[in-house]
């Protein structure tokens, strides 16, 4: 029989609110995304699988996304404490301090950046950029100018880029395709969820919607624009001979899916509709790097 002395549960509970705590700084469902895309064109990209670079890939790539997360908590405590969608994480609940968030931040900075290099000095690189683009340039610039969100798209489509290049170990076009899909799937994306967040993110000073920053006609016409910009983005993949038409029609009906939802928040205007953009966007880019993946690995 184990019996659980006061101390012993009160350690356990202590551990358990710690991981959660850290879990929410660091973004880690967001990281499994980010980790999956990498995962993929990796698979995309190798013939054979050497499961410890995938390994490597997947823990350096959780730790220098966690950094990202972190240090864009960090700079942004002040204000996410004035949002709702915010208010929860560990700085500005009092859950973590900034002394703790900082060690948090350098060790996964260093850590991750260093296992990436391991698999080739090409993919540490491409570790650090995300790292200092995401949270040197895009968060400081979310409060002056919605073009963060473009700027912001650039480190946020380095994950399938840095899949393919830890299997290749250098840049050529088929990684570049693999980010223009996952760039141009970001605008659409983000700037639904800025549309449905808009009363709060103002809140917190930041005006994330194109052109005027308003949830307007012109903010409307720019998700509706970027929402096309995917259907040709999808096809690259089939234009260069490296999927089939099978993908291509697949991932160009996905990129239609947003463009139906774009074209009814035009006619409406409507918070439901943006809601609906984002919600077929999160199933978007999954799927396409799936269709990608196993046309390449089945049907070429």
């Known amino acids: 029989m184990i019996i659980k002395t006061r101390e012993s549960v009160g350690t356990s509970v202590s551990v358990k609110t710690k991981v959660k705590v850290y879990a929410a700084f660091t973004k880690m469902r967001l990281a499994s995304l980010v980790v999956f895309s990498a995962v993929i064109s990796y698979l995309y990209a190798a013939p054979a699988i050497d499961l410890i670079t995938l390994a490597i890939l997947s823990i350096g790539g959780f730790l220098v996304t966690g950094a990202a997360n972190g240090m864009n908590q960090i700079i942004e405590k002040d204000f996410d404490k004035l949002m709702e969608r915010t208010a929860d994480r560990p700085i500005p609940s009092g859950k973590m301090n900034v002394t703790e968030g900082l060690l948090v931040v350098i060790v996964s900075g260093v850590l991750g950046i260093s296992m990436l290099s391991y698999i080739n000095p090409l993919s540490g690189l491409l570790g650090a950029m995300a790292v200092i ?25 380095i994950p399938p880029l840095l899949g393919y290049v830890a299997y290749t170990g ?16 970001q ?7 800025a549309w449905k967040l808009d009363d709060d993110y103002k809140k917190g000073g930041f005006t994330l919607l194109p052109i005027n ?39 160009t009906l996905l990129a239609l899916w947003m463009v139906y939802y774009s074209v009814r928040l035009v006619q409406s205007k409507d918070d439901q509709m943006a809601l609906k953009i984002m919600f077929a966007s999160f199933a978007y880019l999954p799927l396409t790097q799936l269709a990608l993946m196993f046309d390449k690995i089945f049907l070429m």
């Open 187 to 193: 605008l659409p994306h983000f700037w639904s969820i």
């Open 170 to 185: 250098k840049f050529g076009l088929v990684p570049g395709i693999l980010f223009i899909i996952q760039f141009a799937w």
């Open 133 to 157: 683009m995401y949270a040197g340039i895009y968060t400081p610039m979310k409060r002056k100018t919605s073009w963060a969100v473009i700027v912001g798209a650039f480190p946020g489509a």
């Open 213 to 251: 920053g308003e949830k307007d006609a012109a903010s409307t016409w720019v998700i509706l624009l970027t929402s096309l910009l995917m259907i040709p983005a999808g096809l690259l993949p089939y234009y260069f001979g490296e999927t089939t038409i099978y993908s291509g029609i697949l991932i």
